[in-house]
Structure formats: structure tokens, C-alpha cells
């Protein structure tokens, strides 16, 4: 049997352009945000991942788990895996992975054990989200690394592109 080809419903959203004279938290989230409406287009769930380190961007991936139909190949996790082999060190201390949705369980703990510095994302998510919002993996009291969380970043745009990607998809079943 043929596996079902993407078939995305239209996408209303826009890709960011954001002005490359100040690198600040949301001059990276509207890169993941970019990364998530590649994801809608190839029919994945839109959450969009960027790492950067020194300033510059050294991973951008997203959701892949529909066509991988492989249950790790979250934007996060393949963003870490790049990071590391751009780096050719799995400590990411010095980097900071951008993602338009909290953290799943998986993936903040991927984001503990690469050692990552920083992880800012948008929409926090109160059913799987482990890094403040359903509970926080962070917390780990005997834990040797701590993230710097930054929640909230274009929060908006985050959520209304996955609520919307829902709802079309709803719609065309
Ligand atoms: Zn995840």
C-alpha cells in the first residue's frame, strides 16, 4: 500500500522577515516561527526550532514525524542533533534553542542532557509542556545542569498558527 502523500490544507500565514540589525529573543523566534510554516507545508504538526550560538544560527529544523513516521523527529531533537554535529560536541552550553511551542516531555529532557544554556519558546503548553507548564523537568532537584528558561516569546504568533493549523485540518477530514 502507497503511504498517504502530504496533503496540507493552505496555509494563511505568512513567513517573518525580521530585521537582521538587532539579533534579540524574537529576531530568533520568528526564524522557528519560519521553521513551523515549512512544518505546515509538508503537512506536520507547525512548531518551528533554531539554535544559536555566537549569534549565529547553527540549526533550524521542524516537526517531521509525519513523514519520518518516526515519534522522536520533533523539531527540537533533530535542532539538538544538528547543533551538535555543527559543533562536534554534544554540550551545548554556550547555545540557546528557540522553539514556537513548550517543550515535551522528550524534548526538555533532550534539552538537560545536550546541557543546553538557554531555551526560550512560545506558546507554553499545560498538557505536555515540561518546562513550566504541565511541570517542569528543570526542577530536578539532584540535577547537575540548569536551563535558563525564557517562556512567552511571539507567543501569539505561535499559537495562533497551531490552533489554525487544528482547525483546518478538522475541517478536511
Ligand atoms: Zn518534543
Known amino acids: 500500500m502507497e503511504p498517504p502523500k502530504p ?5 494563511p500565514f ?3 522577515f525580521p530585521s537582521q540589525l538587532e539579533k534579540d529573543d524574537t529576531f530568533f523566534m520568528k526564524l522557528a516561527y ?3 510554516i515549512d512544518a505546515w507545508r509538508a503537512d506536520e504538526v507547525p512548531i518551528g526550532a533554531v ?3 555566537d ?4 540549526a533550524a529544523a ?5 513523514s519520518t513516521k518516526d515519534p522522536t523527529a520533533h ?5 539538538i542533533t544538528q547543533a551538535s554535529t555543527f559543533l562536534k560536541d554534544w554540550r551545548l552550553n554556550a547555545a540557546t534553542l528557540y522553539v514556537t511551542k513548550e517543550p515535551c516531555p522528550m524534548c526538555s529532557g533532550a534539552s538537560i542532557m545536550s546541557r543546553l544554556g538557554r531555551v526560550v519558546y512560545g506558546l507554553p503548553d499545560p498538557k505536555m509542556g515540561c518546562l513550566g507548564g ?3 523537568l528543570n526542577d530536578l532537584p539532584q540535577a547537575n545542569h540548569k536551563l535558563v528558561i525564557t517562556p512567552g516569546v511571539l507567543q501569539e504568533e505561535c499559537q495562533a498558527l497551531i490552533q489554525a493549523f487544528f482547525q483546518a485540518k478538522r475541517k478536511s477530514e
Do not use: F, M, R, S
Open 51 to 53: 539554535i544559536e550560538y
Open 134 to 136: 504541565a511541570a517542569n
Open 34 to 36: 519560519n521553521q513551523a
Open 62 to 66: 521542524h516537526n517531521q514525524v509525519e
Open 55 to 58: 549569534g549565529e544560527v547553527i
Open 14 to 16: 505568512n513567513k517573518l
Open 7 to 11: 496533503n496540507p490544507p493552505p496555509c
Open 75 to 79: 523539531a527540537e531533537i533533530i535542532a
